[in-house]
Every structure is written in C-alpha cells, then in structure tokens.
C-alpha cells in the first residue's frame, strides 16, 4: 500500500502505512529510512534556512523520496528535518545532487549524507530557536571537509571521527563531493562532562588505529545496515554505538586531563565499583569509602574534584539505568517497579518523582514509547 502525504510541500511515497497511523500523520516519519536525490537547477547562488523539527522521531514505516525530483530548497529543508534547523549554501553551478538516508531510535539519530559541495551553517539565531541539546559525532567517509566550531577547525579527511555540539554555532564546508556518516545524540545520554566535550570539539580522531579505529568501523557498518535500526535490536544497536563513542571520548579526555588530576584515577575506580553495585539499597559513602579503604571524607573530596556529590552521582546513574531499561521494548515484561527496584529504588514515590525531576516524564511515558503506546500524561 502506499500513501502519499505532503511534507513541506513534497509528495512523499509512504509503504505500508496503516489508516491508524494516516490518522497521527505526524507520527508517519519516524521510522526513518529516508533516501533523497536531489538536483538544483538554478545557477545562482542559494541560501536556504529551514526551521522544520527533525524528522526522524518515534517509529514508522519506511519513508522513500527517491524517486523526487527535489531542488535545492527542498535538500536544504530536509537536511534541517533530519538533524537540526540549520543554513545550507552553495554555489555549484552544475545541477546540484544529494543523497541523505537516515535511521534510529527515539533519541540516536544515525544518517548517511552523499552530495555536491556546499557550506551548511549552525547560526546563532538557529541555536536560539531550538532547546534541545545534541552531540553529533562525524564519520568522513570520502572527499574532505572543514569543521569550524569554538574558533577551532578540523580538515576532515577519510577515516577521521570529530564531535560537535548543536548549541554551539558551527560550520561545515565541503568544497568537493563527499560522504559522511552523522550519529546525533542528546547531550544527557553521553556520559561525560559537556563542557569537557565541548573543550576537544572540532578535533579529530583517527579512524586507522586504538579505539578510533574500533568506532570506525562499527560505525561505518551501521551505516551500511540502516534497516537494522528498528525495535528492540535497533534500540541495543544504537546504545552499543553511543557506549562506543563515549568510551572513546572518555579516554581522550583522560589523556589529556589526567597529569594536572592526580584524583582521577581513584575516582574513575570508585566509580565502576559503584557501577557493579547500583542496584544495592546498601549503597553509601560510607560502604564506599570503606571498601577502598579511604575516609568518607577524601571519597567526598575526589567527587568534589570534578564537580559532584557522591549520592546525586549514584542517583543519576540510578536513574539513567531505570531509563533505559523501560526504553528497551525487551524488558518490556518488567513492571515499573521491578525496574526500579533493580536498580536499588525502594521507594516508588520518591522513584517516580525523582525520575520526573530528571527526564521531565513519568517513568510510564517511557515505557509507553517504548511499546508504541500513547504518551502517559
């Protein structure tokens, strides 16, 4: 069956869409495998902003506009769709081609950008029209290109990996044919410092050697795969890749902070023994420091050191294990309170209050997405 449902002014062929789902049309784009060919026709310069929402959120049915023939205003719309509102430019005389195909979960987005050369740009004004708050992790593919953010700039050549954030103004130039692979995360689900992160991006990380080359290539793969992105396989997919990055970062940061942070290595082992005991209502600074035979003291000392309190850290982490354990439509089987309670919440009031306070949804709004369910208010 296919429907075809207008999107900004294009007509897009949409299988196997359901009359249930025609009747929440704003909910038909969020399985995300999106293919765009695109040619320009006019020769003079262009510069397109476009201020849609993403277009990859929830779940759907698969979405083809292939076989549009799109202009340059429309790339430049759905390039906006995909990540965020951004500025696209060029001034290639030639007819102008691209090709965006794009998959993920609720919050990992993974897209596979092929085209002619243009400048897209994260103004200012962009930042400021949008709350939401992302990590977009870059695989160049082929051809080269130039990241500009913080007033620091990358050469991205074949291999490279480099990291940037969406609430901070960027620019990307491409002054040749490409193609690059875009993981965009939310700032929350990378586990380390923002500001750190923010310190080392536009720089680049060689996809030919060490963890890089480990990121690379599971990366490079998924984007090969994008059809596997889907239900419960694709939701551990996309966890695997987000660990995987965050992994490589965490040790990018390590090298570079460690020698002037003589704390670090104490706390970086508090914390994975926190991490294999989580779900123990036993758990406190007191158990903790005497474990590592410290004081309570220097154990709330080191976690000052970085920024933070020892019982907001187990909670937040806590907390981030219970999120997603009710994103995964796996443990679906669980009730609420099992998962909480595995992850050492016993009480379920102060479990769901807490957990609202930090996600800004009930715990049973993330089970619902999670099942395809409506949202629970």
């Not at 429309?74 to 060029?90: G, I, K, N, T, Y």
């Not at 937040?316 to 294990?321: A, N």
Request: hydrophobic share 40%; charged share 25%; proline share 6%.
């Amino acid at each position: 069956m296919i429907v075809h449902v207008p999107v900004g002014g294009l007509s897009v062929s949409v299988r196997r869409l359901t009359a249930a789902a025609c009747r929440h049309c704003r909910l038909f784009l969020n399985k995300r495998i999106v293919s765009v060919q695109v040619r320009r026709r006019r020769r003079t310069l262009r510069d397109e902003v476009s201020p849609v929402p993403q277009l990859l959120r929830g779940s759907s049915p698969e979405v083809d506009t292939s076989d549009l023939p799109l202009d340059f205003t429309q790339f430049s719309a759905l390039v906006s769709q995909s990540f965020v509102p951004l500025r696209v430019r060029s001034d290639r005389p030639e007819p102008f081609r691209g090709d965006i195909r794009a998959a993920g979960t609720d919050d990992v987005h993974v897209s596979v950008v092929t085209a002619d050369r243009h400048v897209i740009e994260r103004t200012p004004e962009l930042v400021a029209r949008q709350e939401n708050r992302f990590f977009k992790l870059g695989l160049q593919l082929s051809g080269t290109g130039l990241l500009i953010q913080d007033h620091r700039e990358a050469v991205l050549r074949p291999g490279d990996l480099t990291i940037y954030d969406t609430n901070s103004p960027y620019s990307l130039v491409f002054e040749e044919s490409f193609s690059t692979l875009v993981l965009m995360v939310p700032h929350r689900l990378i586990e380390l410092p923002t500001d750190a992160l923010r310190g080392i991006a536009a720089t680049t990380i060689s996809g030919e050697s060490g963890l890089g080359r480990l990121v690379a290539r599971f990366l490079g793969d998924l984007g090969g795969a994008l059809d596997q992105l889907d239900g419960p396989v694709g939701g551990r997919l996309a966890r695997n890749a987000v660990d995987l990055v965050t992994t490589m970062y965490a040790q990018e940061l390590d090298i570079a902070r460690d020698a002037d942070k003589p704390h670090r290595p104490l706390l970086r082992r508090v914390q994975a023994w926190i991490e294999d005991r989580l779900g123990s209502p036993e758990l406190s600074p007191s158990t903790i420091a005497r474990a590592h035979y410290i004081s309570t003291r220097h154990l709330h000392g080191i976690f000052h050191e970085e920024g933070l309190t020892v019982s907001a850290w187990i909670r937040t982490r806590r907390l981030e294990h219970c999120r997603r354990d009710l994103a995964d439509p796996v443990s679906a089987h669980r009730p609420v309170g099992q998962v909480a309670a595995r992850w050492g919440f016993t009480d379920a009031a102060y479990f769901s209050r807490t957990f609202r306070a930090e996600f800004g949804e009930p715990p049973s709004s993330v089970r619902a997405r999670a099942l395809g369910s409506p949202p629970v208010e």
